[in-house]
């Protein structure tokens, strides 16, 4: 089995259980907690992710360095020297954000947040444990070094003792909001602990200690400052939704699309696998300047990425009302989240199919274009969600994000198609996109048309199933390279 395809497989075993662990036990904590308090929740996820700009870029330029160092020989000084210079600024600008969050926790509380049934003392204790919580963050580079497989088991036993035991905290300790967050700020400490331990352990070995080296950076700077535009632009754009609604919204109606908001987010929990498993490979041919085997391996990756995205999207579109209740039992949140879902839906779809194109662009350490195209998109995208959750609450924000991916691949793809892989474009379009796309469509809209779905709680979970199965089948046979690779493998498995 190739390095790529073991490493895909780890990533999505990994990342796919940690997505159902994590959605399967939301239900329980809005049953301990109450929807308000899970909006408070949603905004802590909203947090994590805007303030992981502490990583200033280093997780990516580690590793695509490290991916570079690894086709070199002699290269063990430099990766020990260049991780412990990056480790060390990283730890000092995460202590730094977990003390400034925790001092701004009691003006966040009282003038941001709209608690009705929360007080501003325990949403204040909330915000400053969440804080340090944050702190504890780790540049994942360990996967640079092909070491996807024991960094998903390490994931996946770490979240599944985070949630689980957040379960049973809020079941037999104490059903409070300080106490779920004081058990995710443990399990964070453990888990970046665990996480350097195995990073370190995984470099090869070299004749002297690591050391502080700020020269190492000479090579790397202008490719991490590109990274860190990036990361603040990206962070803005998926992030930049929930800090508006949730000074506009109560919150609990701002809990409803933030429930709705983590299901759509599931799919990230498939983009980023294959992302990453790719990336490496990606900065190695072009290295090699192997254009030819490039451009193959591109449109592989992004027919896989079509095909696993697709149907799942078109389930979360199509069926959402019929998700939501038979997920959460509760006729009301399915009725206030079911439209929000599936718009977001829609455009975290968008925003997967386009990941592997701007994966290319950092493969060639081509950053300005993403930061130009993501900059411009900021500038519009306040005023706008502003304006459409003012007059259409979360659905106006839901319409904003379809719209904002939908300009992106028109755009943005296009023009850089116009530098990397000239030429390839239409292939894109005609191969990797589009087949996958309308036999998804087609099939789930005739699915939803044709065949009604019970509304009666889990009634209608073997109907989703076979929906789901069904466009996945269709994707499949769509996408010409994953057709390929599929009539090859079933053959020689069935023997």
Partial sequence: MSIVRRNIIANIAGRGWAALLSLAVIPLYI??????????????????????????????????????????????????DLLRTLEIIYWLIGIAIGVTMTALAPAIAAYWLKPQQLSIETATQALAMMGIAIAFQWPRALMSLQRHVAFNLLSSITGTVNNLGGVLILWLVSPTLQAYVAWFMAISLVDTLSTGLLLWRSLPKAPARATFRPQALAGIWRFAAGMTGISVMSIILTQLDKLILVKVLPLDAFGYYSLASRVAGGLSYLTGPVCAAFFPRFSQLVARNDTQELARLYHRACQLMSVLIMPLAAV????????????????????????????????????????????????????????????????????????????????????????????????????????????????????????????????GSLWNLLIPTPESGWLAVPELMLALIAMFAAAVVAAPEIRSLTTRWLPSHSK
Avoid: C
């Avoid at 306040?382 to 259409?392: A, D, V, W």
């Fill in 31 to 80: 049953h301990f907690l109450g929807i308000e308090a899970f909006g408070l929740i949603g905004f802590f996820l909203s947090l994590t992710l805007i303030l992981s700009l502490l990583d200033l870029g280093l997780g990516t330029t580690l590793n695509r360095q490290f991916a570079q160092y690894s086709m070199q020989s002699g290269k063990a000084q430099e990766m020990r």
């Fill in 316 to 443: 979360l579109t199509l069926f959402s009302y019929e998700l939501l209740l038979v997920w959460t039992q509760d006729r009301s949140i399915a009725e206030n989240g079911h439209l929000v879902l599936s718009l977001l839906a829609v455009g975290t779809a968008l925003n997967a199919v386009a990941s592997l194109p701007h994966v290319l662009q950092l493969a060639y350490g081509w950053t300005r274009l993403a930061l130009v195209g993501n900059t411009a998109a900021t500038l519009l995208l306040g005023p706008l969600i502003y304006f459409m959750s003012i007059k259409y609450g979360g659905v106006g924000a839901a319409i904003v994000w379809v719209t904002l991916n939908a300009l992106y691949i028109g755009g943005v793809v296009t023009f850089m198609h116009r530098r990397l892989l000239r030429g390839e474009l239409w292939r894109w379009y005609r191969h990797d996109i589009g087949p996958p796309l309308f036999a998804t469509a087609a099939i």
